[in-house]
């Protein structure tokens, strides 16, 4: 079974930088598409980006465009999420998850880490 770690979560104030950091636990990460997922308080878990197995398409939400860049080390098991100019609304717990069922713009994955908060101050 995929076990998926998030780090790289914090406390920055806008305009900053953070990149978080997906780490698989199996052999098979490199078979699956991946996505970033947030979901803030009161709201429900929301599409943000996703990378193909190979990393040759990505896919963003539009409030993210243009600021966050999605990517993967397959030789590393692991999935980046670098985050600049950011906004407090921002403010969530994003999840990666591997293995989508179907397309990969969705939130319907089979596997999922457990969250790393990210809080953006004004």
């Known amino acids: 079974q995929v076990q998926l770690v998030e780090s790289g979560g914090g406390l920055v104030q806008a305009g900053d930088s953070l990149r978080l950091s997906c780490a698989a636990s199996t052999r098979t990460f490199s078979n699956y598409a991946l996505g970033w997922f947030r979901q803030a308080p009161g709201k429900e878990r929301e599409f943000v980006s996703g990378i193909t197995w190979s990393g040759s398409n990505t896919y963003y939400a539009d409030f993210v465009k243009g600021r966050f860049t999605i990517s993967r080390d397959n030789a590393k098991n692991t999935a980046y999420l670098q985050m600049n100019s950011l906004k407090p609304e921002d403010t969530a717990v994003y999840y990666c998850?591997?293995?989508?069922?179907?397309?990969?713009?969705?939130?319907?994955?089979?596997?999922w880490g457990r969250g790393t908060q990210v809080t953006v101050s004004s």
């Open positions: 998850a591997e293995d989508p069922e179907g397309d990969i713009v969705t939130t319907k994955y089979h596997y």
